[in-house]
């Protein structure tokens, strides 16, 4: 059974920085792509940053392109993402997700975690 654990969020000023985790504690992403989405009060949840299973490709939607990083141990099954600059207008849920390796859609999540950036 998939598990995603995410860990890291919490309250920081405009311009601190977080490192949000998430560990797969049911099944190896190792050749899946895994990714990092946020949701809004009231809207869907949209993309932030997502990496190929090799850790080789990275896409970040624009508004944290320079401020955020995502990376990948396979080793330790683990993804994060590594917040910079961060502002107010990225307060959010952030949810980890995995993609299933037959279809490449976002299949399993986590259980999601607050980041909130104070002005």
């Known amino acids: 059974q998939v598990q995603l654990v995410e860990s890291g969020g919490g309250l920081v000023p405009a311009g601190g920085s977080l490192r949000l985790s998430c560990a797969d504690s049911?099944?190896?992403?190792?050749?899946?792509?895994l990714g990092w989405f946020r949701r809004y009060p009231g809207k869907p949840r949209v993309p932030v940053a997502t990496v190929t299973w090799s850790g080789r490709s990275t896409y970040y939607t624009d508004a944290v392109k320079g401020r955020f990083t995502i990376s990948r141990d396979n080793a330790k099954n683990t993804v994060y993402l590594q917040m910079n600059s961060l502002k107010p207008e990225d307060t959010a849920v952030y949810y980890c997700a995995g993609q299933d390796d037959a279809s490449g859609s976002w299949e399993y999540w986590g259980q999601g975690t607050q980041v909130t950036v104070s002005s």
């Open positions: 049911g099944r190896t992403f190792s050749r899946s792509g």
